[in-house]
């Protein structure tokens, strides 16, 4: 089953449990594959649905962020539980010392000497983590390895 056909047998599974939250989420996640379908005029990869689902969890992670600064408690536990359930459906996340590897791999793959070199670890590191690690804080991880 790929991982766009998972999403209905789920929500099938919520709304008989009554996970009101995780029907929310899984309804969001099809209307978000939905719109890129039609934005792309045909069927959507599985490397296409995570993609999809990486930017759902940043839109979530940079929510919490806004939420915190202005003391929503509320709404900061809101969007974590909606970042879980979409996490879910991502592939395994990369441990931090995982990323470092892969990042002293790039490095030594590209040649890379300092900070100028940063696009191009990026360019060879990110096809290899996507959807596993945060692209933030891997470009973070780059700037200290390289800086």
């Known amino acids: ?3 766009k056909e998972k999403f209905p047998s789920d ?14 989420v899984i309804r969001l996640v099809m209307a978000a594959l939905k ?7 045909g069927p959507l990869s599985d490397d296409e649905v995570i993609d999809v689902l990486v930017s759902l ?3 979530r992670r940079e929510s919490i962020e806004c939420f915190e600064k202005g003391g929503r408690q509320d709404l900061v536990d809101k969007e ?5 359930i979409v996490e879910s459906y991502l592939p395994e ?7 470092k590897e892969k990042i002293r791999e790039a490095i030594a793959e590209t040649g890379a000497s300092g900070a100028r070199d940063i696009g191009k670890v990026m360019k060879t590191l ?12 891997v470009n973070e991880m780059v700037r200290e390895l390289l800086g």
């Open 93 to 99: 996340q990369l441990t931090p010392e995982e990323v």
């Open 57 to 59: 969890s940043k839109q």
């Open 80 to 84: 974590t539980a909606e970042l879980k």
């Open 1 to 3: 089953m790929s991982l």
């Open 35 to 41: 719109n890129k379908e039609i934005e792309k005029r």
């Open 126 to 137: 990110m096809p290899k983590v996507k959807g596993r690690a945060d692209g933030k804080l």
């Open 11 to 24: 929500l099938k599974d919520s709304l008989k449990s009554g996970d009101r939250l995780k029907v929310s």
